[in-house]
């Protein structure tokens, strides 16, 4: 059992940034992956950055890279996505996730929060 809540989404000007938190309960296992989706109305959750709980790579989609940083917080079993130069297209609910892996798809975690929704005015 793992739960996990989503905090820190809010509108925000383009080229701003953001700070999004996952806080992580239950029954952890420090292999999995932690990874962060988006998904915005009418379109497919897609990938946008993850790590291993117990690692310290990051991993990102094509569309993060350089803008955001996935980081984590052992001692607060938190994961946190830091966003700057935000872009419209940004605009999505963002989920925070745990599981086996792999680390890039939907299927690789078992568990997800509940959302937060990032607007991102031009």
């Known amino acids: 059992q793992v739960q996990l809540v989503e905090s820190g989404g809010g509108v925000v000007q383009a080229g701003g940034s953001l700070r999004l938190s996952c806080a992580a309960s239950g029954r952890t296992f420090t292999s999995y992956a932690m990874g962060w989706f988006r998904q915005a109305p009418g379109k497919e959750r897609d990938f946008v950055a993850a790590?291993?709980?117990?690692?310290?790579?990051?991993h990102y989609a094509d569309s993060a890279k350089g803008r955001f940083t996935i980081s984590r917080d052992n001692a607060k079993n938190t994961v946190y996505l830091q966003m700057n130069s935000l872009k419209p297209e940004d605009t999505a609910v963002y989920y925070c996730a745990a599981g086996s892996g792999p680390l890039r798809t939907t299927t690789g975690y078992d568990y997800w929060g509940q959302g937060t929704q990032v607007t991102v005015s031009s």
């Open positions: 790590m291993l709980w117990s690692g310290t790579t990051p």
